[in-house]
């Protein structure tokens, strides 16, 4: 049997044409006229499961997409380790911004542009190809293995809680390993110790029954983008904090090891405003930028919509106005108690003379990891063998709403380690993934099951 390293040499070129055969599918959860497309990629999961030498594959059906199941048995004796990931994707709109087109893979300047190919198929397809070089080398697999690859983590994973808890035994393990966050630099590999949660809402205005002249009625009639820009700007502080009532309450003060932790990244304030492009940075006032990423919650428009949007004019008073907002949560808020406040608050900021109605989406906890668990220090010591540096330990601004969920069901500590850089388009216009980062990661991976083992 060869060794780990020759085999993964032998191998990239072909894992990474299958991994261009991954992001081929079109795989995007949110949009009901791509269900096929979803099931299809369903399907090649399940069979490169099988491909990449685990024994047991199976397509599970759900209400919504379907969950992908590997198992893998090595002795009753040894531990067991949970792999979760997804393989669904964001819409790839606006398609006009991408350089090469979203479903059509393309490698430039080492990197492989294409929706998913960080978030999170690529990182997915890192751990299909560490398990199977692990499986084909003559280092032996120390840990029993099962898979849930799952196609609804972009809408909010909606069905795979109750799986989850519906098949407990069958799915009982020892740690849950992730890779669906990102990493500091190409050297500095990274273990994400808290990730945000989130509520996601839809507020919309109703004016006049129809829409209006805006110079026959207008100015007697509220008009309902008003009055939803009069609540938007409500809901904010000139200080950049949320209005709602008790919204910080319960936020968990920083320790001083966090701030400590903090201080060390190699964090630019100014190399952040690049990477964004924006002209400046901004937030709740008296907060760093990795503070206000990570230990602070938000309050975001994610969409407006309203009257006449299209090129030119037109004098129109618009019958309604919708806007799309969410609030990225941060320990210990809940989802549930900040719904409810915030609601009463649009209400409350309404202005007379139009009908407003909040509409829930999805929700998720935030989760933060207790790591004093041995198996952190066993994943450092793996990571730095690989990656020649000991990981840092970040925390993250995103949310992946089971990770809470997995902790409480299976009562084994979830341990998160991503392989986005900074700057990877995740959700936006030229995703790409460093073929660098893919290659050493495949490589880490398949060596941290032997620390694992150790640690658990
Ligand atoms: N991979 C992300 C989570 C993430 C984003 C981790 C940024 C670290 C940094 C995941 O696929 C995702 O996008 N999650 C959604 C969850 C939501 C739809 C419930 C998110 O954070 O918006
Ligand atoms: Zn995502």
């Known amino acids: 049997m060869p060794d780990l390293t020759a085999y993964i040499d032998g191998q990239i070129s072909r894992f990474q044409k299958e991994l261009c055969d991954f992001l081929r599918i079109p795989s995007i959860s949110t949009n009901p006229s791509h269900a096929g497309e979803v099931r299809k990629c369903a399907e090649w999961v399940a069979s490169h499961l099988h ?54 893979p393309t490698v430039r300047d080492g990197r492989l542009f294409a929706r998913g190919s960080v978030d999170d198929k690529g990182q997915v397809h890192m751990h299909l190809k560490a398990i199977e070089a692990r499986l084909a080398s003559n280092v032996d697999m120390p840990v029993n293995l099962k898979l849930v690859i799952e196609g609804e ?62 110079g026959s009625y207008g100015g007697a009639v509220v008009n309902p983008a008003n009055a939803l820009a009069t609540i938007l700007d409500g809901l904010k502080d000139d200080r950049g904090q949320a209005t709602v009532p008790g919204y910080y309450d319960s936020v968990r003060p920083m320790t001083e090891r966090e701030r400590a932790d903090l201080i060390r990244l190699p964090m630019d304030e100014e190399t952040l405003r690049e990477t964004v492009g924006a002209v400046a940075l901004g937030g709740e006032e008296g907060f760093s930028a990795l503070e206000r990423m990570w230990y602070r919650p938000t309050l975001d428009v994610n969409g407006l919509l309203s009257g006449f949007t299209d090129e030119g004019s037109k004098t129109v008073l618009p019958s309604q106005a919708m806007a799309k907002v969410s609030m990225r949560l941060v320990p210990d808020q809940d989802p549930d108690q900040v719904v409810e406040a915030f609601e009463k608050r649009v209400h409350e900021l309404a202005p007379e003379g139009v009908t407003v109605e909040v509409k829930r989406f999805h929700g998720g906890a935030p989760w933060v990891a207790d790591t004093t668990h041995p198996i952190f220090d066993a994943a450092s010591k793996a990571l730095e063998r690989g990656f020649g540096a000991p990981p840092a330990f970040i925390r993250e601004g995103g949310s992946i709403p089971i990770v809470q969920v997995f902790e409480v069901v299976f009562d084994a500590p979830a341990l998160l380690i991503g392989f986005a850089l900074p700057g990877s388009n995740m959700h936006a216009p030229n995703e790409w993934l460093d073929l660098s980062v893919y290659r050493k990661g495949i490589e880490a991976l398949a060596n941290l099951y032997g620390g694992l083992a150790a640690g658990l």
Not at 185 to 197: K, N, V
Request: aromatic residues 6%.
């Open 51 to 104: 491909a990449a030498g685990i024994e047991k594959s199976e397509v599970i059906e759900t209400d919504g997409h379907p969950i992908v199941l590997g198992e893998h048995r090595i002795s009753e004796d040894a531990p067991t380790v949970l792999v979760y990931g997804h393989y669904d994707v964001q819409p790839s709109e606006p398609d006009d911004l991408w350089t090469s087109p979203p479903f059509e």
């Open 153 to 214: 983590e972009e809408v909010g994973s909606k069905h795979l809680g109750a799986f989850l808890d519906k098949n407990a035994e069958r799915l009982a393990c020892d740690a849950v390993l992730i890779s669906d966050t990102g990493m500091f630099s190409p050297d500095l590999p990274c273990i994400t110790t808290g990730l945000r949660g989130i509520v996601y809402t839809e507020i919309n205005v109703y004016g006049p029954a129809s829409d209006l002249h805006s």
